[in-house]
């Protein structure tokens, strides 16, 4: 073995490869992938350089299997540590995401709902979201273990079997949706099913095939407020029964639509909720992508961000542009608020607009971070504020802080009727 490693580097310094950072040391015992092959140790701080080690395969670079640690017994772990890894195992953080934008469709949302109702949705939702995420570590461990962001998952440092990690993943993915089917409604199911398809089969795949994976991956995103709306007993497509509506600002119609809750069950709100969440992600997305596009090139995914960061950044300022109208027209156009809307959303949006502009224009790691940092605060913000502008909403009333006018009313009838 020490010889081999001595002739591999002789090989490499042949290719101008060399000896170089030792940036990864923290890899120190984990084998790397490198197009098909598992790179020994000692090469972990070897400088990625795909067109000369793309030249030949040298014998020293040919081990088959990795003699990597081996995996943890189940029973060695405690609760607290299993339960962590069931976590990481479903990206916790960003499953409590993905809740929280199925939550606030059912928040939005003009029709009445239950407790169980909303319990199981939210459950339910977060059950599909981990199985997805589990589906979608299972088949990445080789390209995580080369990444310092994805190094330490679960499946990756060992900590339990692709065996276990599959188990879960069934788990949650039948449980998921048959809490959605029983609980909440089979159309919610099946966009919970489909959606697990769509990450795990299709954009888990796409990612290291084409760069055009990110579309797919915020269509991902964007349904989940769709299942939320849908658990509402909302529609998503219009029909004699639930004709699109638009509902015009006042000043622009002598008829304004009355706010019956029928009218406002319209199939053009989620389709606004799924191209607020759609179009976010790009900004959101692109810019992590650049920050880790190193990362990227090294384990072999495609990413826009490693193939071309210009048109990556242009991307990410087309959608974050598409925000402006998506919010200032279309969403009051639905009904989901009111048109002030239209006007409070302009803030966060030309923040948003003006921090993807600057990447755009000058590219860059500072502006890339601005532009995700702006990304975090930018979607909890306009959640709030479609909150607040929410149609048929009277925040005063809801607070206690007005008279409710009709009981008024019938209160003044009543002493009117008495006093005579
Ligand atoms: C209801 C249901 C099934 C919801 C699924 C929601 C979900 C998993 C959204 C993720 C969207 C997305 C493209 C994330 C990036 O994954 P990535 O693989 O690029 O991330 P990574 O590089 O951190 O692994």
């Known amino acids: 073995m020490q010889r081999s490693l001595l002739r591999t580097t002789c090989w490499t310094r042949q290719l101008g490869v060399g ?129 310092a962001r994805t190094r330490s998952r679960p499946l990756v440092r060992r900590a339990i079997t692709p065996l276990h990690g599959a188990a879960v993943a069934l788990a949650t993915g039948i449980a998921g949706p048959a809490l959605l089917w029983y609980m909440v409604n089979p159309v919610t199911a099946m966009l919970g099913a489909g959606n697990i398809v769509l990450y795990a089969g299709v954009y888990t795949w796409m990612k290291r095939k084409s760069i055009y994976n990110t579309w797919v991956g915020s269509v991902v995103g964007a349904i989940p407020p769709l299942m939320g709306w849908t658990a509402c007993g909302g529609k998503l497509l219009p029909s004699s029964d639930y004709p699109v509506q638009f509902f015009l600002p006042d000043f622009l119609t002598t008829n304004p639509l009355p706010l019956d809750i029928s009218l ?70 639905s009904g989901l608020t009111t048109w002030a809307f239209a006007l409070t959303s302009l803030i966060p949006n030309l923040i948003y607009v003006r921090a993807a502009w600057r990447f755009y224009k000058h590219g860059g790691e500072k502006n890339a971070r601005s532009v995700f940092q702006h990304s975090l605060w930018y979607l909890p913000v306009m959640m709030g504020l479609m909150m607040f502008h929410k149609q048929g909403m009277d925040w005063l009333k809801w607070l206690g802080l007005a008279g409710d006018e009709e009981q008024d009313k019938e209160e003044n009838e009543a002493v009117v009727v008495a006093s005579q």
């Open 19 to 147: 000896r170089l950072s030792t940036s990864s040391a923290a890899l120190s015992n984990t084998f790397f992938l490198h197009n098909t092959q598992w790179l020994p140790p000692g090469y972990e701080g070897t400088k990625y350089r795909p067109r000369s080690l793309q030249k030949g395969t040298h014998p020293a670079l040919a081990v088959p299997e990795p003699p990597l640690k081996a995996f943890r017994n189940i029973d060695t772990l405690s609760t607290r540590r299993l339960l962590n890894v069931y976590a990481q195992l479903s990206k916790a953080r960003l499953t409590v995401l993905v809740m929280l934008t199925s939550m606030s469709a059912v928040a939005l949302s003009p029709l009445p709902t239950t407790v169980p109702i909303l319990l199981s949705t939210a459950i339910g939702t977060a059950l599909c979201s981990a199985s997805a995420n589990t589906l979608n570590q299972l088949q990445e461990v080789p390209f995580d273990a080369q990444m």
């Open 264 to 333: 406002v069950d319209n199939p053009l709100s989620p389709f606004a909720l799924f191209m607020l969440l759609y179009s976010w992600q790009f900004p959101h997305f692109n810019a992590l992508s650049y920050l880790v596009r190193d990362s990227y090139a090294q384990a072999g995914y495609t990413m826009l961000s490693v193939t071309n960061s210009a048109k990556n950044a242009l991307v990410s300022l087309r959608h974050a542009a598409l925000l402006v109208p998506v919010c200032s027209v279309l969403v009051p156009l």
